[in-house]
């Protein structure tokens, strides 16, 4: 997929809005343009898998959390890019 989406925008895209997360954040928001906005409104990758929230799945969120791309400010300053 992101092979396929780098070759019809290669020079990035203006907006990505990503509902996935941990796993796809980091690469989200490489796809930017310069000026690009990365807009993030959910954690679907972060979700626990059954209905029950054991121990278990508080510790595979965490450690999700804890996985999730940091984004420096300076960088996004420099770059003109934004995440929302």
Same mark, same amino acid.
């Given at each position: 997929?992101?092979?396929?989406?780098?070759?019809?925008?290669? @020079? @990035? #895209?203006? /907006?990505?809005?990503?509902?996935?997360?941990?796993?796809?954040? /980091?690469?989200? #928001?490489?796809?930017?343009?310069? +000026? @690009? +906005?990365?807009?993030? #409104? @959910?954690?679907? +990758?972060?979700?626990?898998?059954?209905?029950?929230?054991?121990?278990?799945?508080?510790?595979?969120?965490?450690?999700?959390?804890?996985?999730?791309?940091?984004?420096?400010?300076?960088?996004?300053?420099?770059?003109?890019?934004?995440?929302?």
């Amino acid at each position: 997929l992101w092979s396929a989406a780098s070759k019809a925008a290669p @020079g @990035g #895209y203006c /907006a990505i809005f990503d509902a996935n997360g941990v796993q796809t954040l /980091a690469r989200s #928001y490489s796809a930017l343009a310069q +000026t @690009g +906005t990365l807009v993030i #409104y @959910g954690f679907h +990758t972060n979700l626990p898998t059954s209905s029950m929230l054991n121990p278990l799945a508080w510790a595979r969120m965490l450690v999700g959390i804890l996985r999730m791309p940091r984004f420096d400010p300076m960088d996004l300053v420099l770059s003109s890019k934004s995440v929302a």
